[in-house]
T-cell receptor, first 114, second 116 residues
Framework: GDSVTQMEGPVTLSEEAFLTINCTYT??????LFWYVQYPGEGLQLLLK?????DKGSNKGFEATYRKETTSFHLEKGSVQVSDSAVYFC?????????????FGKGTTLSVSS | GAVVSQHPSRVICKSGTSVKIECRSL??????MFWYRQFPKKSLMLMAT?????????EQGVEKDKFLINHASLTLSTLTVTSAHPEDSSFYIC????????????FGQGTRLTVV
């Protein structure tokens, strides 16, 4: 079945450092890909998404490009802030199937210090 | 974006009692809602898929008699943890997809259940 693999954390960075969180997937067809963020004690918020190959999702300085040839959707940010400290989840779902749940990676904890 | 409201955000109950968690889509109709359980090491486990007007579909290993799911309307799904035990303590999150908004899923704020 479909699955998502993301790098294990925690990732610890200093403020203004460059961030990469790797995510690869296994899926049939052409899934949609997502990054969600979870702040302590809260639910998940959509950070960005891409629905087809070569699409780049971006939001709040974060970017990820849908690479079908490498089945990857790595999250990047050029300069992290303390407020970016959170857990980041890579996820996929099969497009246009509203009855299908998202499949998540295990999450990567990011800790940014000033 | 679409809003999913989950209530309560925190609940403490005694062993053997039941707890109901509500998940509402506030500004869209959700024919399908999903219930997840989040374990201490962050991973989200899909528990069940809740379809309006029909029985929920449970994932393998999830006890349907213990985690009762009802989806009586297009905007409300409930998860009832019956005869709760300390090992049921966890963070439960609901999610819904709006068929008119593509593939994005919207999440509730989560419920922290502690069974003492």
């Amino acid at each position: 079945g479909d699955s998502v693999t993301q790098m294990e954390g925690p990732v610890t960075l200093s403020e203004e450092a460059f961030l990469t969180i790797n995510c690869t997937y296994t899926a049939t067809g052409y899934p949609s890909l997502f990054w969600y963020v979870q702040y302590p004690g809260e639910g998940l918020q959509l950070l960005l998404k891409a629905t087809k190959a070569d699409d780049k999702g971006s939001n709040k300085g974060f970017e990820a490009t849908y690479r079908k040839e490498t089945t990857s959707f790595h999250l990047e940010k050029g300069s992290v802030q303390v407020s970016d400290s959170a857990v980041y989840f890579c996820a996929l779902t099969q497009a246009n199937q509203a009855g299908t749940a998202l499949i998540f990676g295990k999450g990567t904890t990011l800790s940014v210090s000033s | 974006g679409a809003v999913v409201s989950q209530h309560p955000s925190r609940v403490i109950c005694k062993s053997g009692t039941s707890v109901k968690i509500e998940c509402r889509s506030l500004d869209f109709q959700a024919t399908t809602m999903f219930w997840y359980r989040q374990f201490p090491k962050k991973s989200l486990m899909l528990m069940a898929t809740s379809n309006e007007g029909s029985k929920a579909t449970y994932e393998q290993g999830v006890e349907k008699d213990k985690f009762l799911i009802n989806h009586a309307s297009l905007t409300l799904s409930t998860l009832t943890v019956t005869s709760a035990h300390p090992e049921d303590s966890s963070f439960y999150i609901c999610s819904a997809r709006d068929r008119d908004r593509g593939t994005e899923a919207f999440f509730g704020q989560g419920t922290r259940l502690t069974v003492v």
